[in-house]
């Protein structure tokens, strides 16, 4: 009661609400601070995460690319093969 007093002699309108709205905002104030910062390291962290992801699919494209170049090349060579059987 002693400090609702102070506060009433202080701010005779609002007393402790006065600083009690004041501290709310500052609450919500830092809690949207708070969401943009998470917001942020989210945005960091997949940026982070873009290079492995591009890395592990060049090596997923560079393998898919090396097993079509095995199966050309042993289509290629059984097409040979076929056609060279037909001369003899």
């Given at each position: 009661m002693?400090?609702?007093?102070?506060c009433?002699t202080?701010?005779?309108?609002?007393?402790?609400?006065g600083?009690?709205?004041f501290?709310?905002?500052?609450i919500?104030?830092v809690?949207?601070?708070?969401?943009?910062?998470?917001?942020?390291?989210?945005?960091?962290?997949?940026?982070a995460?873009e290079?492995?992801?591009i890395?592990?699919?060049?090596e997923?494209?560079?393998?898919?690319?090396?097993?079509l170049?095995?199966?050309?090349?042993?289509?290629?060579?059984?097409?040979?093969?076929?056609i060279s059987?037909h001369f003899?």
């Amino acid at each position: 009661m002693h400090y609702e007093a102070q506060c009433r002699t202080r701010d005779p309108v609002y007393g402790c609400v006065g600083i009690i709205s004041f501290l709310h905002q500052q609450i919500h104030s830092v809690e949207s601070q708070l969401d943009k910062t998470r917001a942020e390291i989210a945005a960091l962290d997949s940026l982070a995460q873009e290079p492995a992801q591009i890395q592990e699919n060049e090596e997923e494209a560079s393998f898919n690319n090396f097993l079509l170049e095995q199966d050309n090349a042993a289509d290629h060579f059984n097409h040979s093969t076929n056609i060279s059987s037909h001369f003899m």
